[in-house]
């Protein structure tokens, strides 16, 4: 198993900025792709970045240019600075990897870090 722990979410004012990182761990694996998921109450879970072993990104359209995520491979860890921060992003932020262990593909997620705008 590939574990994911997270780290740096919390309440922050509209306009504020959190970052959050997220480190893995475990038996000789190599990462793939690593990102960031986020669910607000009732909705269903969405990506909100995306980053390859090679440092290609992708975002979804309502973060663009707020949000910018990077990763160190070396130490497998991902992180997520997020800038001007509206309500709307309140909801659990979720890490996820996928790669490969012990030969077989993986895909892992995070326990979820809250993280809540005020207006």
């Known amino acids: 198993q590939v574990l994911l722990v997270e780290f740096g979410g919390g309440l922050v004012q509209a306009g504020g900025s959190l970052r959050l990182s997220c480190a893995a761990s475990?038996?000789?694996?190599?990462?793939?792709?690593m990102g960031w998921y986020r669910q607000a109450p009732g909705k269903q879970r969405e990506l909100v970045a995306t980053?390859?072993?090679?440092?290609?990104?992708n975002y979804t359209d309502s973060v663009k240019g707020r949000f910018t995520i990077s990763r160190d491979n070396a130490n497998n860890t991902v992180f997520l600075q997020m800038n001007s921060l509206r309500p709307e992003d309140t909801a659990v932020y979720y890490c996820?990897?996928?790669?490969?262990?012990?030969?077989?593909?993986?895909?892992?997620w995070g326990q979820g870090t809250q993280v809540t705008v005020s207006s």
């Open positions: 475990g038996w000789f694996f190599s990462i793939a792709n």
């Open positions: 996820h990897a996928d790669g490969v262990r012990a030969g077989k593909p993986f895909s892992s």
């Open positions: 980053i390859t072993s090679g440092g290609t990104s």
